[in-house]
């Protein structure tokens, strides 16, 4: 990264120096470099950010390789594993609407679900008591 900055610097100097004027023979050679550097400031800034932006997308991208491919391994040694089952008696969909809205988006739902083979109720939270249907959800 400092090599790239270096590089970066020098380039700036050999194509910004044809814009240093001859007539500060007077000034040394540290202020005519300073100058131009403060002077062309803003394609040095620009140019380090684009450096650590891509940096930063190697970065990801490389990380990203990586963790697929431990994904990947991964989910080879869990189907080798027994999957338990997983025993669903039923989704309850609580609302609570005053308008409706809430009802319809409900009962779509309800309906989603029923299409992946579970048994769906639709409930509205006004009228559950918890108490009343206590033995209905410990089956």
Not at 4 to 22: E, P, Q, T, W, Y
Not at 38 to 46: E, I
């Amino acid at each position: 990264m400092a090599k790239f900055a270096i590089v970066v610097l020098a380039f700036a100097c050999c194509a910004f120096a044809r814009d240093v004027k001859a007539s500060q023979t007077g000034s040394s050679l540290a202020e005519n470099y300073l100058t131009l550097l403060w002077h062309h400031r803003l394609y040095l800034y620009a140019a380090a950010a684009l450096a650590v932006g891509l940096w930063f997308s190697l970065k990801v991208a490389l990380s990203r390789k990586s963790c697929g491919k431990d994904a990947v391994s991964g989910a080879r040694e869990a189907g080798k594993q027994e999957e338990p089952q997983v025993y669903v008696s039923g989704v309850k969909i609580f609302y609570g609407s005053q308008t409706g809205t809430a009802k319809g988006f409900a009962n779509v739902l309800s309906e989603e679900v029923k299409t992946l083979g579970f048994p769906a109720e639709v409930i509205d939270m006004k009228d559950y008591d918890p108490d009343d249907r206590l033995a209905d959800e410990v089956r």
